[in-house]
């Protein structure tokens, strides 16, 4: 549970921080809460588009390929994939993070290197995914509507471009989330390599980069559930 | 940061602990990292994740009737991974119980966020249900093949 702290300590007296944490780690909680608001907003908007609708197409039929798969019916598989990249590339973060804590480069190197490809498979997995659907006919403002389509409404009648508006913008805009910690996850691989955290005498940076990443992982936790089962 | 003029007369003596030790007002009194306890978590998070996936593959798709269930179900689920996210990752369980509450506190109005909104969506359902005839009638408006009894298209899923 929550760290242990000596009854007399005197935390708001000065001369320390309050929340024993750094400062920068702190603040980048804070923006961490701002963007759960933005994303929490992103989707409730989601919800309640999908709330005042009498149908919605049905994610195990639109979601249901797989690369070089053909026209196979694999419902859900390729996201599952895409939810292990993430939550494995989260773990990989962490174990940089405690490398970091004993101050061993090599092996902070080493867990950078295996988080950044991670992001990068998750990337092109979401682009397949976005090109697949796009070729399906389905983008901004566009939704399949012709008989036998994979995006017809649950109860077969006509989806409207709500569900792609709210797909595409999302999944876009957290995409971009795991673009920018991949750029993220590089300058701090390129600083830890070239020994500017061992200089400083501290890996805090790579914590804060943690942070960021694991709320990435957070968020597509969500998105996976509003946009893959529900 | 104090920690500019404060250095010389407390920097000695704060160094007991280990690893981060760059500023004299954070004591880090925790943990050599504990890699188990972040294995442990990842085998949660796959877990959850599969108990996930093969409901929604395998059982939900045979209990229509059932669905709402199924989406608390989910609902439950993805908190549950949130949280082990938040604390064992994010390492936010490990903080001091102020700071948690910073975090914590405000994150409750997603409460009254979600209730709202979801609410507001669903009473906008029923109001043109009830009113705008188009809207009532695309309810029932099945998608059928244009001329008649066409083959479907190759590629599609049924």
Redesign the interface.
């Known amino acids: 549970m929550a760290q242990a702290i000596p009854a007399n300590q005197k935390w708001w007296s000065g001369g320390r921080s309050p929340f024993n944490v750094e400062y920068g780690k702190l603040m980048m909680w804070y923006f961490l809460m701002s963007d759960a608001f933005t994303f929490g907003a992103f989707l409730i908007s989601y919800g309640t588009a999908r709330f005042s609708t009498n149908s919605w197409p049905d994610p195990n039929h639109v979601f249901s390929s797989f690369p070089f798969a053909g026209h196979a019916h694999l419902p859900l598989v390729f996201v599952s994939l895409m939810t292990f990249i993430l939550i494995m590339s989260s773990v990989t973060m962490v174990l940089a993070v405690g490398a970091g804590h004993s101050n061993d480069r090599k092996s902070v190197v080493k867990w950078m290197i295996w988080t950044i490809i991670g992001g990068i498979a998750f990337l092109s997995c979401q682009a397949w995914e976005w090109n697949h659907l796009y070729h399906q006919g389905a983008w901004w403002g566009q939704i399949p509507t012709e008989a036998g389509s994979a995006f017809l409404n649950a109860d077969g009648t006509k989806p409207n471009t709500n569900f792609s508006n709210f797909f595409f913008t999302i999944t876009g805009f957290h995409g971009f989330h795991v673009f920018s910690g991949v750029i993220i996850n590089i300058i701090m691989l390129i600083m830890a390599y070239t020994g500017v955290f061992d200089r400083r005498g501290h890996y805090l940076m790579i914590e804060k980069a943690g942070l960021y990443w694991h709320f990435v992982d957070l968020v597509w936790v969500f998105v996976f559930t509003c946009f893959y089962l529900f | 940061?104090?920690h500019t003029d404060?250095h010389t007369h407390?920097e000695h003596a704060s160094q007991p602990y280990?690893?981060?030790?760059?500023?004299?007002?954070?004591?880090?009194?925790?943990h050599?990292?504990d890699?188990r306890a972040?294995?442990r978590t990842?085998w949660i998070?796959?877990g959850i994740?599969c108990v996930?996936?093969i409901v929604?593959?395998f059982i939900a798709?045979n209990f229509h009737s059932l669905k709402l269930m199924f989406?608390i179900l989910?609902?439950i689920?993805?908190g549950a991974?949130?949280f082990y996210?938040?604390a064992e990752?994010?390492h936010l369980?490990?903080?001091?119980?102020?700071?948690?509450m910073?975090?914590a506190v405000?994150?409750l109005?997603?409460i009254w966020?979600?209730t709202a909104?979801?609410w507001?969506?669903?009473s906008?359902?029923n109001l043109?249900?009830r009113f705008d005839r188009n809207?009532d009638a695309?309810?029932?408006?099945?998608?059928?093949?244009?001329h008649g009894g066409?083959a479907?298209?190759?590629?599609?899923?049924?």
């Open positions: 940061m104090a404060s407390t280990h690893g981060n030790t760059h500023s004299p007002e954070v004591t880090h009194h925790e050599s990292f890699s972040i294995w990842f998070l796959l994740t996930e996936l929604g593959m798709p989406n989910y609902m689920l993805t991974k949130a996210i938040i990752f994010m369980k490990h903080e001091i119980k102020n700071m948690i910073t975090i405000p994150a109005l997603f966020f979600l909104f979801l507001d969506g669903n906008f359902k043109r249900n809207h695309k309810r029932t408006e099945k998608v059928t093949p244009a066409e479907q298209k190759p590629g599609a899923i049924h």
